[in-house]
């Protein structure tokens, strides 16, 4: 499976930015799928997670992005979508897209199987 990220750039606090995800390859080994962030100097933390495979696409979210983010997929399109709101700067980070084959939720990365390039988001104050 292969993951291509794209979407990230420079806003403003308080504006918005909407990122996406391509899947290709072997996604039918893929049941969720989630966005992960890494700052400077810090460890790649857990943003959202949405299951891919089966009917309902069920979410989760780190608390410090609940109501300001969120998740969403397009099946035929084999990506995901991260669209975030009401921007901090404390939200400056490269944003990752991640796919996971076990059919539950994680909020590990280690748990997480395939990886995209990762984009970068700049919140200026």
């Known amino acids: 499976v292969q993951l291509q990220a794209s979407g990230g750039g420079l806003v403003q606090a308080g504006g918005s930015l909407r990122l996406s995800c391509a899947a290709s390859?072997?996604?039918?080994?893929?049941?969720?799928m989630g966005w992960f962030r890494q700052a400077p100097g810090k460890e790649r933390e857990f943003v959202t997670t949405?299951?891919?495979?089966?009917?309902?696409?069920?979410?989760y979210y780190a608390d410090s992005v609940k109501g300001r983010f969120f998740i969403s997929r397009d099946s035929a399109k084999n990506t995901v979508y991260l669209q975030m709101n009401s921007l901090k700067p404390e939200d400056t980070a490269v944003y990752y897209c991640?796919?996971?084959?076990?059919?539950?939720?994680?909020?590990?990365?280690?748990?997480?199987?395939?990886w995209g390039q990762g984009t970068q988001v700049t919140v200026s104050s």
């Open positions: 390859g072997r996604t039918f080994n893929v049941y969720v």
């Open positions: 949405i299951t891919w495979s089966g009917g309902g696409g069920t979410t």
């Open positions: 991640a796919a996971r084959r076990a059919n539950y939720y994680s909020n590990r990365a280690r748990d997480y199987d395939y």
